[in-house]
């Protein structure tokens, strides 16, 4: 019968000799041995089949540790996609709800008729005779009433993504989308997209309810027309960091920039590339955000758009000082003047954030 030294037996099975010396007297080899000792076949069969077996069941349970938290990523995963649709599924419905609700509660004052009876001679009134209100006055107040809560609610709208915190400003765009339905159902194309374009302080995970706006706002006008790049700009905005829809976004600032250039607008071209720097940085292509920026800040001397201004500074200053490694060129793109924004009194919030 043959015999093989311990070391040798350690270096076919890729162990330390020190592992097989602490198991002989498992199987019960008390003779003391050492590193170069030799043992017979039959217990060195014995070794190779223990150590096999121990490689084998650690083999195993890495492997099922491995797909153990593969799965518990997948679970955790399909969780996450079920609480977002169920999340969104509840704002669609609350939005839903509050609409019908603010269908229904818009005020309409109240015309009475005179108490029948002998009538008191006065002026005739529009539309009807002996003082009495014809059913053409009627429906001219009932409207004007209606058109008077629509511009309460555009005004509660604005107020409300000028003050509200962040987490709450779905809630002005309830107040807008009510302003909105109304313009658009009565065919007031110019202030309905007027409500659209009012933007909101973008913050990713916060669905504002204003791409909605846009998309709406975007079926009433011509594509081709300048209203409907400035919707564009702002709906590519929303898509990129709203929605985290990369290319949708693109596409729809490359529609409204091409549209800018080719009526040459410098104020809206500026515009169009700030909106698309800061869906570029946002998604990590710092390189296209610097370029649109910087081409941006060219466009200033001309647009005299201190907002875009502001903002075209900051999307151009940030990737030099953080990616490119140039701090004093970011340096020198400090922003020239405080803005305000077209849409709230008191500036849009996304320029407080940023340069604070």
């Given at each position: 019968?043959?015999?093989?030294r311990i ?7 890729e ?52 797909e ?69 006055f ?94 564009l700009?702002l ?93 004093e ?28």
């Amino acid at each position: 019968m043959g015999q093989v030294r311990i070391n040798e037996l350690g270096r076919e099975l890729e162990i330390k000799s020190k592992l097989i010396l602490e198991y002989l007297p498992q199987i019960g080899i008390s003779e003391k041995k050492s590193h170069s000792s030799s043992i017979e076949d039959e217990i060195a069969d014995q070794v190779r089949a223990h150590f096999r077996a121990v490689e084998a069941a650690e083999e195993k349970a890495a492997r099922e540790e491995a797909e153990a938290k593969a799965a518990a990523g997948r679970a955790a995963a399909e969780r996450a996609v079920a609480e977002r649709a169920a999340a969104e599924r509840a704002a669609a419905e609350r939005a839903a709800a509050e609409q019908a609700a603010a269908e229904a509660a818009l005020p309409v004052i109240p015309v009475t008729e005179p108490p029948p009876g002998p009538i008191v001679p006065r002026a005739p009134a529009p539309g009807g005779a002996h003082g009495r209100p014809g059913p053409v006055f009627v429906q001219h107040q009932r409207r004007s009433a209606r058109t008077q809560a629509a511009a309460l609610l555009f005004g509660l709208g604005r107020a409300q993504v000028a003050i509200l915190p962040v987490h709450q400003v779905p809630e002005a765009f309830a107040s807008l989308r009510r302003a909105f339905d109304y313009y658009a159902g009565v065919g007031n194309v110019a202030q309905a997209v007027a409500v659209a374009e009012c933007p909101p302080p973008i913050v990713a995970g916060v669905v504002t309810g204003a791409r909605e706006l846009t998309e709406r706002a975007l079926t009433l006008v011509s594509r081709d027309s300048l209203e409907a790049a400035r919707l564009l700009s702002l709906h590519g905005r929303l898509l990129g960091l709203e929605a985290g829809d990369l290319s949708g976004a693109r596409e729809a600032l490359r529609e409204a920039l091409e549209i800018a250039e080719r009526t040459g607008d410098p104020v809206l071209q500026m515009r169009t590339l700030v909106d698309g720097a800061d869906v570029d940085v946002y998604h990590g292509d710092w390189g296209s955000g610097l370029n649109r920026a910087l081409r941006a800040v060219e466009l200033a001397p001309r647009a005299n758009d201190p907002r875009s201004e502001m903002l075209a500074h900051y999307w151009a200053a940030l990737p030099l000082a953080l990616v490119a490694g140039e701090p004093e060129r970011a340096a020198a793109t400090p922003p020239p003047r405080a803005a305000r924004s077209s849409c709230t009194p008191t500036g849009s919030r996304e320029i407080q954030h940023a340069w604070s």
